[in-house]
């Protein structure tokens, strides 16, 4: 690592190797910048950083019928301190268009919390409709509606709601995510 004038910066692990920010990799960087007076954290992914959360609802994404889907997901997201990932893979009628989603999502614990879900199509190469909840000290409940009503064309059928969470090591308990809702598609000719 090479340091930059006005620049002090403490890794809290040894970079042997550049690492591509397109890598599913977590390196956690503490930078103090002395001329800008300014401290930032910097956070990319490391595998053997990230833990995966464990589903307390059974379900996911199913076809209701030909333009239907129902959502109904949730994680226990482990106290850990590490980013955990999360992704909940599906298969839409290809190729074709999200027209709806809509939905209610909750997040609640015990102490502070950050999250982040989106859908994912065509095998990754598409994320949007972001849903970003945050929890802040002592924790509590949020309750957010989302209703997204523009369209998203598609043309593989590999689709997947990708989540992460960062939550302290020191809360008490594991907190919960829950996304319950209907997703409407049309098929494309």
């Not at 268009?97 to 909750?106: D, E, S």
Request: with cysteine; proline share 6%; charged share 15%.
């Amino acid at each position: 690592m090479e340091d930059k004038p006005g620049c002090t910066i403490f890794a809290v692990f040894e970079v042997k190797k550049k690492i591509s920010i397109e890598e599913e990799n977590m390196l956690r960087l503490f930078v103090l910048c002395s001329r800008v007076m300014c401290m930032s954290l910097l956070l990319l992914v490391v595998p053997q950083l990230s833990a995966q959360c464990t589903p307390v609802v059974a379900g996911g994404v199913n076809q209701l019928d030909a333009k239907t889907f129902d959502i109904n997901m949730g994680q226990s997201i482990p106290a850990t301190g590490t980013l955990q990932t999360c992704s909940h893979p599906f298969s839409l009628p290809a190729p074709g268009r999200i027209v709806k989603i809509q939905g209610t999502v909750v997040f609640r614990g015990e102490c502070a919390g950050d999250t982040d879900a989106f859908f994912s199509v065509n095998g990754g190469a598409k994320q949007t409709y972001h849903i970003k909840q945050k929890l802040g000290t002592g924790g509590g409940v949020s309750t957010v509606f989302v209703n997204y009503d523009v369209p998203l064309t598609y043309s593989s059928p590999n689709a997947s709601i990708e989540f992460g969470a960062f939550i302290p090591a020191s809360c008490p308990s594991n907190p919960d995510w829950e996304f319950k809702g209907i997703m409407q598609v049309e098929k494309l000719e």
